[in-house]
């Protein structure tokens, strides 16, 4: 449903003064000698006449018609309203609504948003051919500023006294870069494209997404005082919205950085930092500490692999830290309870009659005062990938939680088995998955791993644990930041002895041989092994 005026193949050319409604620079000039109002929809032929109403479409019957005026309270004057084709009416639905007059590729009007004071809006006519609120008005030029709605970029304009490129996108934030892609070739006539959305979340992930879209190298993203332009235009901020525009920041892909950007990060101290240290001596100062990442424990049947991640894990949560831990060949019962045997210092998971309902209870408030638990999953069935991935984000962003700790990831793998058929993929998938969502929380990962059986020796007879032999897959090793083995000596596999050894160390590249162990049965302890000399 096309309004107004016939198809020109005519190209416009410049911009004048309006004599019907005063517009400074509404009135296009077109190759072929006639002219268009854009503001009151005048048009003169080549020779002067005016065209009749007989020349003109018939408007569309769904479009309304308005009034320029001032928008008081949003600072707007009516000369910046008539520059956009911006109108009001008393009288839609029984109501004052705002008229915000959108056209086509040729200019044409061919639809209207319209808003009442609640900002619900509605768009009358063809919103299909809808372009870039305020679009018609340019031609190309060094910078041209984006906003999220009309009202701010009548704003932004406004500040600059209406003579530089300002548009809207048609339908705000979220169908944004469909609109952009729709005028890419007419973006594409301007050197900078800066995007002022609003300063919400919702409106700086748009800006994200629209970049994504726009011509490389061209796209910058403006930073505000307040959540969008026209509370600047309202609070007398008008400097701050030229400041965003000369002052924003072209944008990146993630991933990208300069040696600037890095070594202004060195500069201010933002260098990666041990967070919490490991309760082993050795390997605390073979890794300089824990740090966020993936930290895999390997180890081969029987070796104490969940006893070795509780100890770290208690020795966090004393230190004050927030753990969560995903245990998945456990009842969360069995977990708490070992916990509760560090405290106490005794074996109450082989037998809990060695201490009191009294001894047991001090020793749980003792462990975990107000605001100090520890986060732990709860088994179910079948444990999905997306289940405990799930997990996983609830523990850090609704609890706070900072290391986790995940044992095995074998029973991920088997609880995806029938989706892929081919074991090892498997693995590549949930590592991938697993090493995204560790830079994306920012946290530090413990993940435990089953190892190969080794062709020779095998590990519960004290064979030598390699960082090869991880099961399944390579991308264990390769995702992994640490990698701690945990074995059996070599001459004397029945001791309860165990050595632990760094398989990987990306912070520092140290690995080899760290602390012995001595596990203690009656209290179910692993703890350093100070009289062995073996290192």
Known sequence: METNLEPSDATKLHHLPCEA?????????????????????????????????????????DLIDGYYTTLTKRGITEETCRKFDYQVTNDYKGRPHQIANYRDEDG???????????????????????????????????KLVITEGEIDAMSVSQIQGNKWPTVSLCQGATSGKKALIAAWDWLDQFEEIILMFDQDEVGQKAAIECAQSLPIGKVKIAKLTHKDANECLQKGEGKAIIDAIWQSKIWRPDGIVSTADVFKSIMNGDEEESTADYPYPKINEMTCG???????????????????????????HAQGHKIGMVMLEEHEKVTLRSLISIKLNKNIVKDTSIVTDEEFSKAYVDIFPDDNEIQMYQLSGVNTVDEVINNIQYMVKGMGCKYIFLDPISVLVAGATGQVADE?????????????????????????????????????????????ELRGSSSIAMLSDFCIGLQKLDDDPHADIREIVLLKNRFTGETGMADTLQYNRATNRLLVDDSNERF
């Open 108 to 142: 044409v009007v061919c639809a209207q948003k319209v808003r009442d004071s609640s900002k619900n809006f509605s768009i009358l006519g063809n919103a299909k051919k809808m372009t870039l609120f305020g679009q018609h008005l340019w031609n190309g030029g060094r």
């Open 424 to 468: 090892r993929r498997l693995i590549d998938s949930i590592m991938v998955t697993l090493s995204s969502l560790v830079r994306e929380l920012d946290i530090c990962l413990f993940l435990v791993s089953h190892l190969s059986r080794p062709q020779g020796k095998g590990h519960e007879d004290g064979g030598r644990v390699r960082i090869s």
């Open 21 to 61: 409604c005063g517009s400074k620079d509404n009135n296009a000039v077109y190759t072929d000698g006639h002219t268009f109002c854009f503001g009151c929809q005048a048009w003169q032929q080549g020779d002067g006449s005016e065209v009749t109403q007989q020349q003109h479409k018939k408007r569309n019957v």
């Open 290 to 316: 824990i740090r966020n990442g993936l930290v895999t424990i390997c180890a081969g049947t029987g070796a104490g692999k969940s006893t070795f991640i509780k100890e770290i894990a208690y020795h966090l």
